[in-house]
């Protein structure tokens, strides 16, 4: 069939790759170009991984985008309506754009936050690696932030290098469920982690951290995991952003502003969806109904609105333990959890099975079409 519209796809992290498959699976009158930093996908939720060095996180573009899709590589500099400029000189023309430039680790005012490491990205997650190995035994690990990416690290750490002392300054868990937090807590007894709870660092200093209760931590590496951000791509291209430099789109995830670009994954902000947290359990899905607002923009036809609820929350704690957290479709944690064994083999099948959706796509099988209100349950089913 001739080519009628082409799409350009700004990111191909997990909203970005399930964008560019969708409207080729289903649409073969439609060309998309994906642009991208590098050739290869990361697996965000196994950086904690790749600094442990108990795991990859990437895979070959080629063997998750459709075998249509045309992947450039290389950065977006601007974004208007009808074009995406690169870095690299080149424009490209398009009917429409998908905004998926996904999220970094946060920025903070605490003072010498440069001093620290993170795992919110490849290169940060590779560089932590090195200098773990790189520290003389016994050396401190301070990790700060009590949250999912906190927990997974700082277990994941103490599971593979016993050699060093971890030390969790944060609240673990701070948002589930008490008898899920007793539970995280004995894991982290269990791998000898010392929690710092009730304080926070006002200050990353060479080899320390200082907290609000006066005292100081040794610290031969800091890790920071609270919070993200995002690219200000968006806040560059004169478009409507929130507070953050999050792109606003409707509830269909069109932009605010009726042009024809559509935003997905974590660096958009949707209109009625405050309980969308950035995680790839959110990003696959909005992914899929992005492609579909996007088609149905290129038809001139009004979008349908999204409609998306979370499932559940897994966490690893190391390699052989985990939890599985059940949840509201508003991201609230209900009183059921699976956890210890069982719950790391889940969240590893999940993971797995994140990727195996992406390799389906890309052999040209589309999702299930929606045939009610809410998401299907194959594409809630995401960490």
């Not at 450039?72 to 690169?86: Q, Y």
């Amino acid at each position: 069939m001739t080519t009628q519209f082409h799409v350009v796809v700004v990111g191909a992290g997990y909203a970005g790759v399930m964008a560019a498959n969708r409207v080729l699976a289903e649409h073969p009158e439609v060309a998309v170009t994906v642009v991208n930093p590098r050739p290869v996908f990361v697996e965000r939720v196994r950086l904690h991984q790749v600094a442990a060095g108990s795991g990859t996180a990437t895979h070959d573009l080629s063997d998750l985008l459709h075998p249509r899709a045309t992947l450039h590589v290389g950065s977006a500099v601007r974004i208007e309506p009808h074009a995406v400029s690169l870095a690299d000189g080149a424009v490209l023309q398009c009917d429409a754009v998908v905004y998926a430039v996904g999220s970094t680790s946060g920025s903070g005012a605490i003072p010498g936050a440069e001093k620290a490491f993170s795992v919110a990205d490849l290169d940060s997650a590779t560089a932590l690696h090195d200098a773990l190995l790189e520290a003389d035994d016994h050396a401190s690990v301070v990790v700060i932030g009590g949250g999912l990416t906190g927990l997974e690290t700082v277990t994941e750490l103490a599971q593979s290098h016993p050699r060093h002392t971890l030390v969790l300054v944060g609240d673990p868990g701070a948002a589930l469920p008490e008898t899920t937090q007793r539970y995280i807590r004995r894991r982290l007894d269990e791998l000898g982690v010392e929690v710092r709870s009730g304080t926070r660092v006002t200050r990353i200093d060479d080899g320390s951290v200082a907290l609000d209760d006066g005292s100081e931590i040794s610290a031969t590496l800091v890790v920071r995991t609270a919070g993200f951000s995002v690219p200000d791509l968006a806040r560059r291209s004169g478009l409507p952003v929130d507070d953050d430099g999050r792109l606003r789109v409707r509830d269909t995830l069109q932009v605010v502003d009726s042009t024809p670009i559509v935003g997905v994954g974590d660096a958009v902000v949707v209109d009625g969806n405050d309980h969308l947290r950035m995680s790839c359990q959110a990003a696959m899905p909005l992914g899929t109904h992005g492609a579909d607002t996007v088609w149905r923009l290129l038809q001139g036809r009004e979008p349908a609105p999204l409609s998306l609820g979370f499932v559940s929350t897994c966490i690893s704690l190391g390699r052989d333990r985990g939890v599985v957290q059940l949840s509201a479709r508003d991201d609230t944690p209900s009183r059921w959890a699976v956890r210890g064994r069982l719950a790391a083999s889940v969240k590893e099948a999940v993971v797995r099975g994140t990727i195996h959706t992406m390799q389906l796509q890309a052999r040209g099988r589309a999702l299930p079409t929606r045939r009610g209100p809410h998401t299907t349950a194959q594409e809630k089913a995401q960490v």
